[in-house]
């Protein structure tokens, strides 16, 4: 260090370091709320959030699990749930518009199976879903 300065470096004020920015910490809370908005109240429920797009259209419930359709203007989704009280096994849903092929997803184990998205403009679809061995359908529906 040089004797101009006093032993100091410059552009301190007497070795201390400066405090820290108040900016930064409001982004940092307005980031930690952020992701607190996006998990929601009880972000580990299968209801707290839907994964399609769309208004919700139709529920089927049976047995094991529950079939969720969701239509907007040119998509139509689906969805299976689990239900709690059901054994683990495997799940599937299918989503076949009118004139289409089906669309099929399948999860060996967990809670939810899909989202399935088909174009389902000016379309009627139709949905099955199945959940530990027992299964539902929805027929032509949302034309």
């Given at each position: 260090m040089s004797e101009e300065t006093g032993?100091?470096?410059?552009?301190?004020?007497?070795?201390?370091?400066a405090p820290a920015r108040p900016l930064v910490h409001a982004l940092v809370l307005a980031f930690l709320a952020g992701l607190l908005a996006l998990a929601g109240p009880g972000g580990s429920?299968?209801?707290?959030?839907s994964v399609c797009q769309g208004r919700p259209a139709r529920t089927v419930a049976f047995a094991?699990?529950?079939?969720?359709?969701?239509?907007?203007r040119q998509y139509a989704c689906a969805l299976v749930v689990g239900r709690r009280t059901?054994?683990?096994?495997?799940?599937?849903?299918?989503?076949?518009?009118r004139?289409?092929?089906?669309?099929v997803v399948t999860v060996?184990?967990?809670?939810?199976?899909g989202p399935v998205t088909v174009h389902a403009l000016n379309r009627c679809v139709r949905a099955s879903a199945t959940a530990a061995g027992?299964?539902?359908a929805t027929g032509w529906t949302l034309c």
């Open positions: 032993g100091r470096r410059p552009g301190t004020a007497g070795g201390t370091r429920s299968a209801e707290a959030a094991t699990g529950e079939l969720r359709l969701y239509r907007n059901a054994p683990p096994g495997k799940l599937t849903v299918s989503l076949q518009p004139g289409g092929r089906a669309a060996r184990s967990g809670r939810q199976a027992r299964s539902a």
